[in-house]
């Protein structure tokens, strides 16, 4: 049996402590006592308190604990009255006494930040020398994998956002300026200088942002009441989906649930959305909001074209290939729930996304507004991602439907239903104008833009054979 008590010594120099364990932290009435001078045997002897001190107190009034284990030792022996209330005890035993955590100097602070940024540098050092190598293979006629690709267009990136810091350089005394300058725009750093707080800072910002963009548009696309029209076998298809989905309740078969989205083709999506619904589809893929209507349409494009090329690159290496964070990474560039899912779960969200773009040739815009819908849900709300698919089509805008209509090949318009779709575009134009308006230079930035020509991204050399036609252009 363990016997805990605190005696006098027999030259009355100082208390001794007898442990079955060693204990390194003495409490006395909850305050701390951080120094004592070891062990001694099974005995704990602490100088720095005088007989006098100790005298002043009760032995309940002193604890003994082990740092990193949550049994306390109290200096009061039991008594018969005490062994009958064990179940007190016990609880009494799991309280962990508080600890105060010292906060680190203003030295130690300034000296961890000069060697972040020093292993920061050496870092990108590094990635150049490696992008080097990358640029020098492709020079020769070879072709990059998805990871060396990746690679080297982070390190182009990079070296991109060090082009700001040599006003620094230049200016006297700018320097001093410095700290504040990447407080306010952490972007401007290079991604080898990011620590890991604000990368979580980011992730935890960029998933708040995303439900609230899914809250927004539940509440924007609703169910509109158009008529529907019957001509042609193709329009009919399309005609009885929405009345399932939109009237009746039923559920669609996932034949007709993907006919019906191939007819959805990302220009005639993007150009049919207001300009609400096209910021906050910027917000979830995190590009810049600001500018005019043309210019997100412009922003979502191109980075819808990025994943497309990625979805192929993907498809060919194939999903083992990618490691945990580049799985993550990837998930997340797709508007595809990451937190709290363990890798295998995002490999299969992966595996599904890739086989409605790839094998089923869904637009990549409709998925992308069907994860924007779910976003916020709850993750059993939908028992797989044709069941959001379905939802948000169901909830798309009308002007949307009916331009989709109206772009169907075999389907025969009357003027009337021209009329309608005409004027429905005339009010879009208009908005359009008056923004442009309202942000001349905005619009010059979308002009300039659209006469760069975007370098197309390298993907991997494997063979094509199991991407369909469509989706090797």
Same mark, same amino acid.
């Given at each position: 049996m363990l016997r805990n008590r605190l005696f006098k010594t027999p030259h009355q120099t100082g208390f001794q402590w007898r442990l079955g364990a060693p204990a390194t932290g003495i409490t006395i009435r909850n305050q701390p006592i951080r120094s004592y001078s070891g062990l001694r045997g099974n005995f704990l002897i602490d100088k720095r308190l005088s007989p006098v001190k100790f005298n002043k107190y009760s032995p309940s009034d002193i604890v003994f604990y082990n740092i990193g284990s949550s049994r306390l030792y109290s200096t009061?022996?039991?008594t018969p009255s005490k062994v009958k209330e064990a179940p007190k005890q016990v609880a009494a035993e799991e309280t962990k006494p508080t600890t105060v955590v010292k906060k680190p100097s203003i030295w130690q602070r300034v000296k961890g930040g000069v060697l972040h940024f020093w292993d920061g540098t050496k870092l990108l050092g590094v990635e150049i020398k490696i992008s080097s190598k990358l640029v020098y293979k492709m020079a020769v006629g070879y072709e990059l994998t998805r990871r060396e690709s990746? @690679?080297?267009? !982070? &390190?182009?990136k990079d070296i991109g956002r060090l082009v700001p810091f040599s006003v620094f350089v230049v200016v006297p005394f700018a320097e001093l300026l410095l700290?504040?300058?990447v407080k306010l725009f952490p972007n401007l750093l290079p991604s080898t200088f990011e620590d890991a707080k604000d990368k979580e800072a980011k992730k935890a910002q960029l998933r708040k942002t995303r439900n609230e963009v899914s809250n927004m548009l539940r509440s924007t696309l609703k169910s509109g009441k158009f008529t529907f029209s019957n001509e042609t076998r193709e329009s009919k298809?399309?005609?009885?989906?929405? @009345?399932?989905? !939109? &009237?009746?309740?039923q559920s669609p078969s996932r034949e007709e649930l993907i006919?019906?989205?191939?007819?959805f083709k990302d220009d005639i999506t993007l150009d049919n959305l207001s300009r609400a619904q096209l910021v906050a589809m910027c917000r979830y893929m995190n590009l810049n909001a600001f500018g005019t209507d043309p210019l997100l349409r412009y922003n979502i494009r191109h980075r819808m074209r990025q994943i497309r090329r990625d979805d192929r690159a993907i498809y060919i290496e194939g999903i083992n290939s990618l490691s945990i964070p580049e799985l993550f990474n990837a998930c997340n560039s797709r508007g595809i729930r990451t937190q709290?899912?363990?890798?295998?779960?995002l490999k299969e969200e992966l595996s599904v996304w890739l086989d409605m773009r790839i094998k089923h040739g869904i637009p990549s815009v409709i998925l992308m507004l069907s994860n924007a819908f779910s976003y916020g849900y709850n993750e059993g709300t939908y028992d797989s991602r044709w069941d959001a698919l379905q939802d948000t089509l169901a909830s798309i805008p009308d002007e949307l439907y009916h331009e989709t209509v109206v772009d169907m090949p075999t389907k025969q318009v009357s003027n009337k239903e021209r009329l309608e779709i005409l004027r429905e575009q005339e009010?879009?134009?208009?908005?359009?104008a008056e923004h442009v308006a309202e942000h001349p230079d905005l619009a010059k930035k979308q002009t300039e833009e659209n006469k760069a020509t975007s370098k197309p991204a390298v993907s991997a050399k494997s063979p094509e054979s199991n991407i369909p036609k469509n989706e090797r252009k």
């Amino acid at each position: 049996m363990l016997r805990n008590r605190l005696f006098k010594t027999p030259h009355q120099t100082g208390f001794q402590w007898r442990l079955g364990a060693p204990a390194t932290g003495i409490t006395i009435r909850n305050q701390p006592i951080r120094s004592y001078s070891g062990l001694r045997g099974n005995f704990l002897i602490d100088k720095r308190l005088s007989p006098v001190k100790f005298n002043k107190y009760s032995p309940s009034d002193i604890v003994f604990y082990n740092i990193g284990s949550s049994r306390l030792y109290s200096t009061e022996t039991p008594t018969p009255s005490k062994v009958k209330e064990a179940p007190k005890q016990v609880a009494a035993e799991e309280t962990k006494p508080t600890t105060v955590v010292k906060k680190p100097s203003i030295w130690q602070r300034v000296k961890g930040g000069v060697l972040h940024f020093w292993d920061g540098t050496k870092l990108l050092g590094v990635e150049i020398k490696i992008s080097s190598k990358l640029v020098y293979k492709m020079a020769v006629g070879y072709e990059l994998t998805r990871r060396e690709s990746r @690679q080297l267009t !982070r &390190t182009l990136k990079d070296i991109g956002r060090l082009v700001p810091f040599s006003v620094f350089v230049v200016v006297p005394f700018a320097e001093l300026l410095l700290p504040i300058a990447v407080k306010l725009f952490p972007n401007l750093l290079p991604s080898t200088f990011e620590d890991a707080k604000d990368k979580e800072a980011k992730k935890a910002q960029l998933r708040k942002t995303r439900n609230e963009v899914s809250n927004m548009l539940r509440s924007t696309l609703k169910s509109g009441k158009f008529t529907f029209s019957n001509e042609t076998r193709e329009s009919k298809e399309f005609r009885d989906f929405f @009345q399932k989905v !939109r &009237t009746s309740g039923q559920s669609p078969s996932r034949e007709e649930l993907i006919e019906v989205c191939k007819y959805f083709k990302d220009d005639i999506t993007l150009d049919n959305l207001s300009r609400a619904q096209l910021v906050a589809m910027c917000r979830y893929m995190n590009l810049n909001a600001f500018g005019t209507d043309p210019l997100l349409r412009y922003n979502i494009r191109h980075r819808m074209r990025q994943i497309r090329r990625d979805d192929r690159a993907i498809y060919i290496e194939g999903i083992n290939s990618l490691s945990i964070p580049e799985l993550f990474n990837a998930c997340n560039s797709r508007g595809i729930r990451t937190q709290g899912l363990s890798p295998a779960k995002l490999k299969e969200e992966l595996s599904v996304w890739l086989d409605m773009r790839i094998k089923h040739g869904i637009p990549s815009v409709i998925l992308m507004l069907s994860n924007a819908f779910s976003y916020g849900y709850n993750e059993g709300t939908y028992d797989s991602r044709w069941d959001a698919l379905q939802d948000t089509l169901a909830s798309i805008p009308d002007e949307l439907y009916h331009e989709t209509v109206v772009d169907m090949p075999t389907k025969q318009v009357s003027n009337k239903e021209r009329l309608e779709i005409l004027r429905e575009q005339e009010e879009l134009i208009e908005e359009e104008a008056e923004h442009v308006a309202e942000h001349p230079d905005l619009a010059k930035k979308q002009t300039e833009e659209n006469k760069a020509t975007s370098k197309p991204a390298v993907s991997a050399k494997s063979p094509e054979s199991n991407i369909p036609k469509n989706e090797r252009k």
